[in-house]
């Protein structure tokens, strides 16, 4: 068995970080001995999250490189634009990092500044960066020092296009994503839209014009097809907590395919990854506390349009497991090492 | 003061028809006078339904002739392939009819007969049927003697395509309807999948390979258009009772177009279609309770691909408050007679 | 028909006032001609609740004097402490106020002080204010100029225990409220508490060591009483918008009683009382958007304990429906007015 | 480590069978080897709960004899009146057999068939259970051959008065136990009142005049207490998937004792149950997918009522996750085996 690496979290407060102890907490190659928070600093982890009591027993400490100078492994499960400040000095200090926030995942620094809001402060490092998707650079991850976590919507859009656009079958300047979230994607943001009075029995769509995601998913749809694509990106608020739907629509070239075994090969060999059966259609809740992508892919009235069915559990395979599963690749454990239990349903 | 309108609702248990008789109960010109349910004939229409003690004070009925012999309009809140055989004794006896199951909503008897796997039995009616879509046919609808009622998804998604389709912008081989609705359209089927403990926390499509409110749209589009439409219609499932958000994509001929102008002119004048300001985003939860249709058109990043989003209450502008505006006109009353009230938020 | 009153509301962006503002605006005898909002003024009320879109037209402007200057009647649904402030110049100018919020419930001002943690600032009030429970003060509100309208629990709670309490049939000592609320009870607080990550799919006690409703519930109880109650009261959160159950228990003198009639009789001339036939369970759908208190007593196993089941809806018959009740009643109109549409199931 | 044990699942297809699945799949000293179904015979394990995919490589076997033949323990999890045909010819197998039905619970066959509404087939067996509930029992698990385990309710209500009945503290003829419940302790039964449109947006009380968990408590606090309880049970149910949460309360003889730490020392060596800090109000979701019971106690106004909340996942503790914890009694591995995952939260 691989040895223990010792594991730092930054931003253990949020949804990812408590997902992360989740699931670190049960990993045997694993021992978290320091999670950060600037607010709750002093105070047990578990006391923010009691489903840990008796299961993580430390304190949350400042975010200072002190507090993880015996670390590894540092995740980082902080908003946007805080872990370029801190992931130099952790690098240069020999510890590999795995950041599941979008500083290190757009390879343009321009484009990250202008959809984030502020400049870039350590671009240099975007390049050695590598984009955590195992289904896209599994050999690359295993090497890397700097892991960039890719944001959930990426995470089920770009994995249910993947076998399309690499086999050349659709056209690249009309792919449609219509998706759909749970709230925890939005992490635990104090706005009047996330409250329970507010959510309860609705449904919308929000950022039409323009999501933060849209960049990073048409950056690894790009690479696999070789040019640019056009992708309409219309996400939408579920009221449950967790999962990701998405509906993927692409125009093909000819009607005269067989999708379903395109995708079964596809992923034949990927652990984390599931096709279902032909004329099947995915829940949410199929993957709920799951580190797993299930998808289905339809040609509704044998027509030339595909529609691809793809979900994921946000916090798992959008955030915290896929980071786990790089975790594991980076230290050349199983890839599903401490991935293996089922979520519970119903 | 139009004159009072004796009224019978045929299949009271399900929820379109509960919803009938809430609207309907504070209706100035209208008198619930028999409600039948084969199931519960003999009980207290208030024992089902208890939101009516003291509104209510009738027992249903069993469904028969002489039990509606006193009615001068019937509605139908019955399944699919009942109505039919009872409308053609009803108009016989010189009633109006307004049906809210899917009857006579299709112009083709072969076409019905496929989708809902049972032959008309009496197709010459289906000709003299008026579809009791307001926006579409609102002269006809008043004079007519029999309304075949719209589904819930074909109203939000005509309603929402109609200017452009009628504008001509856009290619018409290739309309997407991304549809979600909650579950109360399925009415209250006992089905494992509707049950809570299987649809809390979780969103799923479903019905891909064909829904049958999928001819019904296609025909109102094609209509419009003047030739057919090609259309791809992915119903999905959200964990909420009521509400359809209905996202819909076209590509346009042309991006030099200004799609505001075109939506607040087509429905300027329309009482139940409110065309929110340009980049708004409509919640389902804004049209709860209340018979309005609320959309909103997008152009993301200024491109020729048009999206547009439209959300009703299904049990209302989808289906019982849509009814009682046939209602209104069929008896020349304000078209919005019993319906202005607003709806419960939150 | 009354003569329309010119309304004031001031607090209109809480979810109590969006409920006056519904209820109103269909309300024959009322006139909504100002709404108050110290955060949104200039803004539309419409763009703040969507759902009242082409319904009220007016903006929402400061909370001065001035501009409730050509009210006859003001609501107050603000947060305690704000209407103290403001009720007594708008009495001096001769306007009849209706305050929903806590003011002036306590008659106790000492009491008051140490529940709301600021001093009262006009105490002289208090004893002018009448308690707003039509069941309780039908003839005092009527002739009212400053009306204190119940909280939510209170409002269920005693109505629940009345017959029981006035009957003196039980134990004054040992009476016991576990009380269920939906979170719009908390209105639209910015608190983590209330996100729906963190309600959804949960169930809580809060509030245990002590409520602010407890004293509101002991004044009116030990006012029937004659005596002072004990009461146990526990306030639970469940994951819903509206409604409140209320599940009492009392211990019985004796087991030989009537407890059936007991509540018939004693609610038979209320109109918004309703007392379920024997072996009813309540659900707090059933008067969901509704003015109605629904209820039903048991005797479990024929013992000595009495449970009562009383449901509301608290944004309702708990807040803006009851005020209009009392509305009704102090400018002599029919005390349902605008109160008889049954709220919509499901 | 001990022997794999092989084991048969009777009544795969309802939710305990399915958390049964979820538990025993990760565990290292189980290898379930059938899992048997009337309805789905021929069917895999994984088409009716897909986030086994991968995880359960069985099909569903008919419920005979035979096909549980090669078991050395089999779990019921079938609805009540029907372990007790089959647990008989099992036993004189040498099977060992944990039952997560009603069959075995109560100890008096009469008052069995007068709650379950047919006689029970094999009284005699009765004796022999083992009530399942290692905090009363344990011993006597160890060396059963027969467990009966306990509902869900009776976990939740029996540990929360335990302490407080252990010690004489309380009036044992007047406690109560106002209890609360997700939808899945009722399994996957078809009836309208389990439906998401029924069931969403309301709570009620039900079963108030008895429910089939009352004499089961009653026996476990009549044992505990060495004379017959009056116990007033009302459960209720809450729009949520899972969890149940108990709100007890007991009339102290004395205000002068020290709750804190009776409740702490009482449980101070036991795995699964938590007490939390004093002051403290557990949530339903600090147990989600959890096999734990958390509570604490309160003394309201410090008088002479206490209030205990305790709080479980009907499926885990209060049922899967219990009958587990059971079984590694049985074989006598460590009683945690399998069972420390935490719950996911959010």
Redesign the interface.
């Known amino acids: 068995m691989t040895e223990k690496q010792r594991i730092g979290i930054v931003g253990g407060t949020g949804?990812a970080g408590?997902?992360l102890l989740?699931l670190l907490?049960?990993h045997p190659s694993a021992e978290v001995i320091a999670v950060t928070s600037r607010g709750d600093a002093g105070t047990p982890v578990a006391e923010a999250?009691?489903?840990?009591?008796?299961?993580i027993d430390l304190d949350f400490v400042e975010p200072s490189t002190d507090n993880l100078a015996d670390c590894d492994i540092v995740f980082f499960a902080t908003p946007h634009a805080a872990a370029m400040h801190d992931v130099p000095a952790l690098l240069d200090a020999g510890k590999r990092v795995i950041d599941l926030s979008a500083d290190f995942r757009l390879k343009d620094a321009q484009e990250w500044a202008s959809w984030y809001g502020v400049e870039h402060v350590c671009p240099t490092l975007i390049e050695r960066a590598v984009y955590g998707m195992p289904e896209l650079n599994r050999e690359e991850i295993a090497k890397a020092d700097l892991v960039a976590a890719p944001g959930c919507y990426p995470t089920a859009v770009v994995l249910g296009f993947k076998p399309l656009v690499e086999a050349g079958l659709v056209d690249f300047g009309?792919l449609?994503a219509?998706a759909?979230t749970?709230?925890?994607g939005a992490g635990?943001s104090?706005?009047?839209g996330?409250?329970?009075?507010?959510?309860?029995?609705?449904?919308?769509?929000?950022g039409?014009?323009?999501h933060r995601h849209l960049p990073e998913i048409r950056q690894s749809l790009s690479a696999m097809a070789g040019t640019g694509v056009?992708l309409?990106?219309?996400p939408?608020l579920?009221?449950?907590?967790?999962?990701i739907?998405a509906?993927l629509?692409a125009?093909l070239h000819s009607a005269d395919c067989d999708l379903q075994s395109l995708y079964e090969s596809a992923y034949a060999d990927e652990p984390f990854v599931?096709v279902?059966p032909a004329?099947a259609?995915?829940?949410?809740?199929?993957?709920?506390?799951?580190n797993m992508c299930?998808m289905a892919v339809?040609r509704?009235?044998g027509?030339d349009?595909a529609?691809v069915?793809s979900v994921i559990d946000n916090?798992v395979k959008g955030a915290a497991g896929q980071a786990v599963q790089c975790f594991n690749l980076m230290i050349g454990a199983d890839e599903a090492c401490g991935l293996?239990?089922?979520?519970?349903?119903?």
């Open positions: 949804y408590a997902e989740r907490s049960a999250y009691p489903q840990l009591r008796g299961v009309r449609i219509d759909k749970g709230v925890s635990k104090l706005k009047p996330f409250l329970f009075a507010e959510m309860q029995e609705s449904f919308k769509a929000y039409v014009a323009g056009g309409t990106f219309v939408h579920v009221p449950m907590i967790r999962g739907h509906t629509y125009q599931d279902l004329g259609m995915p829940e949410t809740r199929h993957v709920r506390g799951a299930r339809h509704p009235g027509g349009t529609v069915l916090l293996a239990v089922p979520g519970a349903l119903p």
